[in-house]
């Protein structure tokens, strides 16, 4: 009463291929290791551009000409709240724009003159 089918003891028919094949030669070595890359994350864009109250004489992150930044200034979150206060003090008629008239409550925005980018803001 023997199966027929029943397989004889012996090595496996597909035997793995032996090791000094692949250590023979040189093992394949990247100088490009992607080991740490982001994987396709958004490009961090680094714009420290120091800027102050005054144009700044800067390289420009975008079109990276030698530049002197454009200013503008606009009232900054402290002009408003100023404005806000007074208004609430009882001064309606016109005092609440005196703080988006002070120099020192302007935000000051830094473009660049020659692709337009905009480089920074100096808050005070
Ligand atoms: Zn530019």
Redesign the pocket.
Known sequence: MVKPNAPPYGPPPAAPPSYSQAVGGVPPSSPFTPGHSLSGGPTIVTTVVPVGPQPTHTI??????E?DTATKTEPGLIAYISGVVIALLGCWLGCCLIPCCIDECMDVHHN??????Y?GRYRR
């Not at 420009?60 to 000409?65: D, E, N, Q």
């Not at 660049?112 to 980018?117: E, F, G, M």
């Open positions: 420009c992150p975008y079109c990276h000409a530049i660049c003159p020659n692709c337009k980018a480089l």
